[in-house]
């Protein structure tokens, strides 16, 4: 069974500080990997995805993550932070495979970033 | 594209009285997944339709609830009747088979007083 841990419910950062939010997996075969966001009042919006190709993801906004194998982590960091940065980061899981035979994704229980001036 | 339309954003109502919530998915995506979203619980699973099927109910909370999909581009998720644990986010999300990821809808808010 696939599972998702997101460290932190909640982060707070400096505006022009290191964004980073932890997501570990734990998953019986090598997994799909995403990033949604969630921006207040609005639908979950995709941030980025590991497919298996490059371990290194680069998303929308300027994040970025990458996938660890040996850490089962997938990591989601960016350089400096905006005060638009502000939102509820999911963290998510797909089996490859299709087992149960479709696309499920499992969610993190998410963490609500905040940026202070 | 117009991305998943839901509707309404907003539904307030009465305990007892029926709420049917709508969602058109992407043109040409075949599978479609009803969410609920409160603090408690964070985001759940209700049901998942391929091909306007249902193929996983089990998230379906009691017998309250219900999802048809008549067609490729129509989904309700229907409470009857509402009680106010049922207040939260409702999303719809579309897929394309063996596409990873989901598209998410706005998500309706329902209050149910």
């Known amino acids: ?117 | 594209d117009a991305g998943v339309i839901q509707s309404p954003r907003h539904e307030v109502t009465e305990m007892g009285q029926e709420v049917t919530l709508r969602c058109k998915p992407i043109s040409g995506h075949n599978s479609l997944f009803w969410y609920r979203q409160t603090m408690m619980r964070g985001l759940e699973l209700l049901i998942y339709f391929n091909n306007n099927v249902p193929i996983d109910d089990s998230g379906m909370p009691e017998d309250r609830f219900s999802a048809k999909m008549p067609n490729a581009s129509f989904s309700t998720l229907k409470i009857q009747p509402s009680e106010p644990r049922d207040s939260a986010v409702y999303f719809c999300a579309s897929s394309l088979d063996r596409v990873p990821g989901y598209t998410f809808g706005s998500g309706t808010r329902l209050t149910v007083v």
């Open chain 1, 1 to 117: 069974a696939q599972s998702v841990t997101q460290l932190g419910s909640h982060v707070s950062v400096s505006e022009g500080a290191l964004v980073l939010l932890r997501c570990n997996y734990s998953s019986s075969v090598p997994p799909y990997l995403f990033w949604y966001v969630q921006y207040p009042n609005q639908g979950l919006q995709l941030l980025l995805k590991y497919t298996s190709a490059a371990t290194l993801v680069k998303g929308i906004n300027g994040f970025e993550a990458e996938f660890k194998k040996s850490e089962t982590s997938f990591h989601l960091t960016k350089p400096s932070a905006h005060m638009s940065d502000a939102a509820e980061y999911f963290c998510a899981v797909s089996d490859p495979l299709f087992s149960g035979g479709y696309n499920k994704l499992i969610f993190g229980a998410g963490t609500r970033l905040a940026v202070h001036p």
